[in-house]
């Protein structure tokens, strides 16, 4: 019997791990002409690639896979967590310094959320990361206007159910009452779009501050607002369960760095 199965990886694949984009955007991005193998054009994404095959995506060769790194961010309000906004808001990418490589986010904080953002050049680690299989615990530092009962607080701690969409319970603590406002620690698993901030408008209360302070093992700790550091290869390697790779140096940005111009995003 003979073996059809292709050789290699799916092309889509291949360039995720390679940090040029996602999957998914790689897709678009090979349906939109801009990726080729050995010197044709291809639309289709379902094609396997070896590491014999040349592909360029824009005009440029698509080298060896980088060695898979993550970085974490302290992401200021007022950022949006996109490379492009349709309405010209200012972006995450185009916030980071000129030296960072390519990368992506690991799952989203919304332009009034701030905190931890998880940033990586590898979409296998992206996509796992999001999973919520995984089941990481994201943990959020949480002001509300006003107060809160403990037996409304019980109602996000057994699961709700809000416009359609059911949440896992959450682990909530009441923290200390501030004034007019309240603090509150908040831990989910899931993640869903606004998540928090849509289960307390549900219990009769706003969110007026969000502030992400671990995601998993991985802590905020005392990066200020708009430093990245990157975690060093071997924690990376140790928490994902990833072979031996090369160790990258664990760096801090300082604050006032050079930003990026409308080509946030692309390697150099």
Known sequence: MTNDTPKGDRIAKVLSRAGIASRRVSETMIEEGRVSVNGKTITSPALNVTPDDRIVVDGKRVGEPDAARIWLYHKPAGLVTSERDEKDRPTVFASLPDTMPRVMSVGRLDINSEGLLLLTNDGEIKRKLELPATGWLRRYRVRINGSVSEGRLDELRAGITVDGIRYQPMIVTFDRQQGANAWLTVSIREGKNREIRRT??????????????????????????????????????DQLGLGARPNPTRTRKPVNRPKRGPSAGKKR
């Open 200 to 237: 307390m408008e549900a219990i009769g209360v706003v969110v007026n501050r969000l502030i992400r302070v671990s995601y998993g093992p991985f802590q905020l700790g005392d990066l200020k607002q708009g430093e990245v550091e990157e975690i060093k290869g071997r924690v990376v390697r």
